[in-house]
T-cell receptor, first 117, second 115 residues
């Protein structure tokens, strides 16, 4: 049963600390997305990668957020330094894009619930 | 302007009844995709159904169907024979264009199924 996995599932930290969230996409998927969900903003895209290359990170505060894919099986989202307003659920999703296919189901991981005190 | 609009913050439905969740979208692209996701209280995002802009027939997946009205730019989700387990948040989302693959989500509708 192929699934997107995310670690940690919950994280409580203090303002100013570094936070790293990890995502393992479904094996064989070539596209990875990071979304953030808050009560105020809803679900919003932070960044996405195709074949490990960042295609869009315009939704990410560049001064404190960074996203990488060290290899095809791992995506990371890092916040340094963290702030209380970063408290949210962070979802990773993966998908497979083939050629000109317009279909792109995205499989979501369980999310990381981050609380910054 | 909102790309995806879900005008119903909350909906109630009786068990075994059908319910329609509204979604309208805004795009100038000819090629786009529309998705519905379910988010139960556990927080996971569950894919329900997909409709491509060029698909001539409405998509169906079990008890879920998508009422796609292209001229009106609406993509309403219909759940037939509601079950208690259908109580959740439901999000409509859109992927625009052939090159951009990320989804833009609506604000969601909370559905509560009553026994």
């Amino acid at each position: 049963d192929a699934r997107v996995t995310q670690t940690p599932r919950h994280k409580v930290t203090e303002m100013g600390q570094e936070v790293t969230m990890r995502c393992q996409p479904i094996l064989g998927h070539n596209t990875v997305f990071w979304y953030r969900q808050t009560m105020m903003q809803g679900l919003e895209l932070l960044a996405y990668f195709r074949n490990r290359a960042p295609l869009d990170d315009s939704g990410m505060p560049k001064d404190r957020f960074s996203a990488e894919m060290p290899d095809a099986t791992l995506a990371t989202l890092k916040i340094q330094p963290s702030e209380p307003r970063d408290s949210a659920v962070y979802f990773c999703a993966s998908g497979l894009v083939l050629g000109g296919s317009s279909y792109n189901e995205q499989f979501f991981g369980p999310g990381t619930r981050l609380t910054v005190l | 302007a909102q790309k995806i609009t879900q005008t119903q913050p909350g909906m109630f439905v009786q068990e075994k009844e059908a319910v329609t969740l509204d979604c309208t979208y805004d795009t100038s692209d000819q090629s786009y995709g529309l998705f519905w996701y379910k988010q139960p209280s556990s927080g996971e995002m569950i894919f329900l159904i997909y409709q491509g802009s060029y698909d001539e027939q409405n998509a169906t997946e079990g008890r879920y169907s998508l009422n796609f009205q292209k001229a009106r730019k609406s993509a309403n989700l219909v759940i037939s024979a509601s079950q208690l387990g259908d109580s959740a948040m439901y999000f409509c989302a859109m992927r625009e264009g052939a090159g951009r693959r990320a989804l833009t989500f609506g604000s969601g509708t909370r559905l509560q199924v009553q026994p």
